[in-house]
């Protein structure tokens, strides 16, 4: 659905007939119809090889390629998140959701050792890349010194790091987040290149957090500042 809104381009959508027939999916036909994208109903198998392992929940949709962009058109907006070796899937779709959410800008990822926008990202993002443009580069730590030279702070976020989030005072400026593998952290290349090194004040006896869910706090506090700043603007007097 969110595929449809967005008007993404799309071959075809095949739904499940049958029993596992719904309003759901007569809801769904009728947006595609509407689209311009062919619909069709099959068995329940059918849909299984077609989504290759993936939950399809009686709907999988055909498409082109996912549509990468260059770095320089998701740098136009105030917030980006840049992951670093982040090689799940599931954790792919996961920030990608909640960047989206956030007001983020974009997504970027390196071209090699990253996961990128297949079926279950997509699946796992909620429909958050028909809605997020994503960007590929060679080069990580490339990518932040040409974000740095268009205005951005890059700042990255690391359970070893001496500020805290709550802490930081780059968060309510233009800034791209940069968000390493689960586990090794951080590339040290990519770590010696960021402006600023965050870490989440943890309370329990647990060392760390899914990358997924460190990046949604952090993206959440940069919305929270953002909105406590507009409030602050919004009660001035005027001249």
């Known amino acids: 659905m969110e595929a449809l809104r967005a008007g993404r381009r799309l071959h075809e959508v095949v739904l499940a007939g049958g029993r596992t027939r719904s309003a759901e999916l007569d809801g769904i036909a009728a947006a595609a119809r509407l689209a ?63 960047a989206e959410a956030a007001g983020a800008g974009g997504l970027v990822l390196p071209r090699r050792r990253s996961a990128h926008v297949t079926a279950a990202a997509e699946k796992a993002s909620a429909g958050a890349f028909s ?12 990518a932040l010194g040409d974000l740095g030279g268009v205005g951005f702070w890059t700042v990255g976020l690391t359970a070893g790091a001496q500020t805290s ?23 040290r290349l990519v770590d010696e290149r960021v402006d600023e090194r965050l870490a989440i004040p943890m309370a329990g006896r647990l060392a760390s957090l899914n990358a997924g869910v460190a990046a949604a706090l952090v993206l959440f506090e940069v919305r929270r500042r953002r909105l406590a700043l507009d409030r602050e603007a919004g009660g001035m007097p005027q001249d």
């Open 165 to 187: 989030l709550w802490d930081s005072p780059l968060l309510g400026g233009r800034v791209a987040l940069v968000v390493g593998a689960e586990g090794a952290g951080l590339s």
């Open 36 to 98: 311009g994208v062919t619909v069709r109903w099959a068995d329940t198998g059918e849909l299984e090889a077609l989504a290759e392992g993936v939950r399809h929940q009686g709907v999988v949709a055909l498409a082109p390629p996912y549509p990468y962009v260059g770095l320089q058109q998701v740098a136009c907006g105030d917030l980006l998140v840049v992951l670093d070796g982040v090689t799940d899937p599931q954790n792919l779709g996961s920030i990608a959701r909640s």
């Open 131 to 142: 809605w997020l443009p994503v960007a590929l580069v060679a080069n990580v730590s490339r």
